[in-house]
């Protein structure tokens, strides 16, 4: 290599592939990534209030989070916020966006639950890659209706690498980052509140340093 291009440190290394070292990640990739596009595409087919009012008139149940307000109002959406929204985001498009769209959203939709199985087979791999092609034989609406001018979104491409991911890797929970999002709030958030917001890298530090002698002693008299 010649330029300001350095050495990596894995072109020695034996029985190495770095493109093996990359695996999919539901929160980042779907998510934070598919489901965002989804979202954003919403608003080139029906006005925000349409939307909130079609959120507002959706019956309550269990265990799914009724935005009594809308999404409009919503300052920052989380990992969790967008599971809620996805659990009732094709209701609120029924009769509002043309058939091809519909069907590409209930495609993506299907391949993102499951993505998440917790076992995975032959079948359900073979699920998985229908409902690809699904959305990529209807994903032309997208570009007819002058939502898009092209796919080359590296979100989508890496729905491509699901199915191999997880027959290399096992399910996707085994990588998915989700379950280290919690360190955010533990090494940074708690540390940011408790400092004065000035200068705050090095209250944060020591903060962290001291929280972490505190539990070695816990730890010790336990």
Same mark, same amino acid.
């Given at each position: 290599?010649?330029?300001?291009?350095?050495? +990596?440190? @894995?072109?020695?290394?034996?029985?190495?592939?770095?493109?093996?070292?990359?695996?999919? !990640?539901?929160?980042?990739? /779907?998510?934070?990534?598919?489901?965002?596009?989804?979202?954003? @595409?919403?608003?080139? /087919?029906?006005? *925000?209030?349409?939307?909130?009012?079609?959120?507002?008139?959706? +019956? #309550?149940?269990?265990?799914?989070?009724?935005?009594?307000?809308? @999404?409009?109002?919503?300052? #920052?959406?989380?990992?969790? &916020?967008?599971?809620?929204?996805?659990?009732?985001?094709?209701?609120?498009?029924?009769?509002?966006?043309?058939? !091809?769209?519909?069907?590409?959203?209930?495609?993506?939709?299907?391949? /993102?639950?499951?993505?998440? %199985?917790?076992?995975?087979?032959?079948?359900?791999?073979? %699920?998985?890659?229908?409902?690809?092609?699904?959305?990529?034989?209807?994903?032309?609406?997208?570009?007819?209706?002058?939502?898009? *001018?092209?796919?080359?979104?590296?979100?989508?491409?890496?729905?491509?690498?699901?199915?191999?991911?997880?027959?290399?890797?096992?399910?996707?929970?085994?990588?998915?980052? &989700?379950?280290? &999002?919690? /360190?955010?709030?533990?090494?940074?958030?708690?540390?940011?509140?408790?400092?004065?917001?000035?200068?705050?890298? +090095?209250?944060?530090?020591?903060?962290? &340093?001291?929280? *972490?002698?505190?539990?070695?002693?816990?730890?010790?008299?336990?």
């Amino acid at each position: 290599m010649s330029g300001n291009v350095t050495m +990596p440190f @894995w072109m020695e290394l034996p029985f190495c592939c770095i493109h093996g070292c990359i695996t999919v !990640d539901i929160l980042h990739q /779907l998510y934070q990534g598919i489901i965002k596009y989804l979202l954003m @595409w919403c608003s080139s /087919l029906m006005s *925000e209030s349409e939307l909130d009012c079609c959120l507002q008139a959706l +019956p #309550q149940c269990f265990g799914v989070c009724h935005f009594k307000c809308g @999404w409009s109002r919503l300052t #920052q959406v989380s990992g969790k &916020e967008r599971k809620q929204m996805v659990r009732v985001l094709l209701g609120c498009l029924v009769g509002k966006f043309p058939n !091809d769209a519909l069907t590409c959203y209930r495609a993506l939709l299907d391949f /993102l639950y499951l993505a998440q %199985y917790p076992s995975h087979d032959d079948g359900s791999l073979q %699920y998985m890659e229908d409902a690809l092609t699904l959305f990529h034989n209807h994903k032309q609406v997208f570009i007819s209706l002058g939502i898009r *001018e092209h796919f080359n979104i590296p979100k989508f491409h890496s729905l491509l690498h699901y199915m191999d991911c997880i027959k290399m890797y096992g399910t996707t929970d085994n990588y998915n980052t &989700e379950a280290f &999002e919690r /360190l955010h709030i533990d090494l940074s958030k708690d540390g940011w509140r408790a400092s004065n917001t000035r200068n705050a890298i +090095p209250q944060m530090t020591k903060w962290l &340093e001291r929280q *972490e002698k505190i539990e070695m002693f816990r730890q010790y008299m336990d």
